[in-house]
């Protein structure tokens, strides 16, 4: 399998959980070290030319706000998400230097390598909510993989950005055995495969620029992405001032301050940067994600049930880095907020969903 898998541990040194993939974990971890130090960093750096989505937003409460009142505990744990309610030396030595991973809050993130950088923790705790998004991904999209239109009767070269834990890639490999490993000259890939890449680039346009001329003429790009602009179904359920609200606005000054944008769905960049690039055929799905149980459709009640446990299992992975480290929070601030955060997620009657969107185009023949 390993042979096949056809991946970049892109966005940070993410491993699975489980002992049994330890050294498909350590060699993904290589993979990972390995791809940031020769990718050309434009591909993920680039020029910051991102548009400024907002001018007139709410303002930000200060952290003293959510330190000085009370956190709702009274909901219920469980009831939003249930419909009822309720080698040796060498290998040893490689491996230390992998995993001198940047120690915050009690969690690990990726090295400071270069100018990559990655918001989200990559221990084995956020490892196995990572495990549960992909799943519930899968669920999204029909039970498949991808949706572009892709001829899997050929052999295929294909390339797996924002690759994570790794679970699409090697799925995939499972799934299409004959697909090939990679190399970065133009013209190389039938298929690039990206997901859950916001908060990570910085010039979305330069990105896709370089995804197409990476792949071959009639090659598929598929790019699967979350926005932030978390709703409610119940009038007044998340307002600007909800803690909900909240942090989409500390997201949204975040991913200003760092000019990687965290509102490429809501902000429609993938369409876009797609059209300006010469991409073609373009296909998109926009998908309401709920968090809990109360969409009556049965695959999207269990996309909302998994996807909150794996939001609510590690909110903390979700929120400290952008509330401190880019914000400028201190921990005790950012903490409090967060628990305010689960505590409103928790409420019963919330409804609360959040956008996401595929997009899928074609470079020409």
Known sequence: MLQKLTSVRFSYGQHEPSAVFDLRRLLGQLISTVAYCNLDATLLVGSNNQPNSTTNRPAILPASHWRSIPVDDNNDADSHLSESGSNASSTTSLRESLLEYRKLFGRTYHHELGQAESWLPNDEK???????????????????????????????????????????????????????????????????????????????????????????????????????????????????????????????????????????????????????????????????????AWMEDATMKQVGIILGEALLEDLEGYTMYVFTAINGWAEEGARALTAHIRSHFKRPGLQAWVPRKVVWAKKPE
């Open 126 to 292: 956020h490892a196995a909510s990572m495990e549960l998004a992909h799943y519930a991904a899968i669920l999204m999209t029909d039970s498949k993989l991808f949706l572009a239109p892709l001829d899997t009767n050929k052999s295929l070269k294909v390339l797996d950005l924002g690759t994570g834990t790794g679970h699409w890639a090697i799925d995939f490999a499972d799934q299409y055995p004959s697909a090939d490993d990679w190399s970065w000259p133009d013209n190389t890939f039938d298929f690039i495969y990206v997901r859950f890449l916001t908060g990570c680039i910085l010039d979305w346009g330069h990105f896709y620029r370089e995804a197409f001329r990476c792949l071959k003429p009639g090659g598929w790009l598929e790019h699967f992405e979350i926005g932030i602009s978390w709703q409610s179904e119940n009038p007044g359920g998340i307002t600007p001032e909800s803690p909900i609200g909240q942090m989409v606005q500390l997201f949204t000054e975040a991913g200003e301050k760092t000019g990687r944008t965290f509102r490429i769905v809501d902000d429609g960049l993938q369409t876009k940067y797609m059209k300006e690039t010469g991409f073609v055929e373009l296909g998109e799905r926009d998908i309401h994600v709920p968090h809990g």
